[in-house]
Antibody, heavy 122, light 107 residues
Framework: QVQLQESGPGLVKPSETLSLTCTVS??????????WSWIRQPPGKGLEWIGY???????HYNPSLKSRVTISVDTSKNQFSLKLTSVTTADTAIYYC??????????????WGQGTLVTVSS | DIQMTQSPSSLSASVGDRVTITCRAS??????LNWYQRKPGKAPKLLIY???SLQSGVPSRFSGSGSGTDFTLTISSLQPDDFATYSC?????????FGQGTKVEIK
């Protein structure tokens, strides 16, 4: 059974860098079929896709966040990570990692982590 | 970006009720539409992909329909485990975008 688990600080100061890691079990981030993704939900708002990384290291980011986002993969630990720089209070959200796949009808997400709340505050 | 609008934003229903949630896209997305169930503290769950295809393991009381810009998620007979928030997501173009969610509450 595929499981994903987010980890990282729950509190980040404004202007600093948010760093999260997703540990995958039951599948390999090296498999060529999936797009390992980060998605977030700010309080009171809908879900927002942040970006994904493919096993080859190719990435694709949401244009709205592209200048501040880096997603990387560590195949030795079966993990992938998110870094978001220069955070503001608008980056306060529940952050999810998810497994994305193209199933002939675009990219959807079939396995998710439980999410981790990251608060940006001084 | 394609905007996704869900209605209603919340609804109250009883066990056994038939529930319908609507999702509208800001442009035509064919059947590139997915539905998710979300509960606090739990991993979101993919219910429906390609507008009407049931994800493996999802009960058959869930169904999806629609194409173009208008889509619906129907729960034929609401069960206690179904009280949750439901979100649609378009997969027609990058970035994938989501509706704001519909919260289904106990009446």
């Amino acid at each position: 059974q595929v499981q994903l688990q987010e980890s990282g600080p729950g509190l980040v100061k404004p202007s600093e860098t948010l760093s999260l890691t997703c540990t995958v079990s039951g599948d390999s981030v090296s498999s060529g079929s999936y797009y390992w993704s980060w998605i977030r939900q700010p309080p009171g708002k809908g879900l927002e896709w942040i970006g994904y990384i493919y096993y080859s290291g190719n990435t694709h980011y949401n244009p709205s966040l592209k200048s501040r986002v880096t997603i990387s993969v560590d195949t030795s630990k079966n993990q992938f990570s998110l870094k978001l720089t220069s955070v503001t209070t608008a980056d306060t959200a529940i952050y999810y990692c998810a497994r994305g796949a193209y199933r002939g009808y675009g990219l959807n997400f079939d396995y998710w982590g439980q999410g981790t709340l990251v608060t940006v505050s001084s | 970006d394609i905007q996704m609008t869900q209605s209603p934003s919340s609804l109250s229903a009883s066990v056994g009720d038939r529930v319908t949630i609507t999702c509208r896209a800001s442009q035509s997305i064919s059947t590139y539409l997915n539905w998710y169930q979300r509960k606090p503290g739990k991993a979101p769950k993919l219910l429906i992909y390609a507008a009407s295809s049931l994800q493996s393991g999802v009960p058959s009381r869930f169904s999806g329909s629609g194409s173009g810009t208008d889509f619906t998620l129907t729960i034929s007979s609401l069960q206690p485990d179904d009280f949750a928030t439901y979100s649609c997501q378009q997969s027609f173009s990058i970035p994938p975008t989501f509706g704001q969610g519909t919260k289904v509450e106990i009446k």
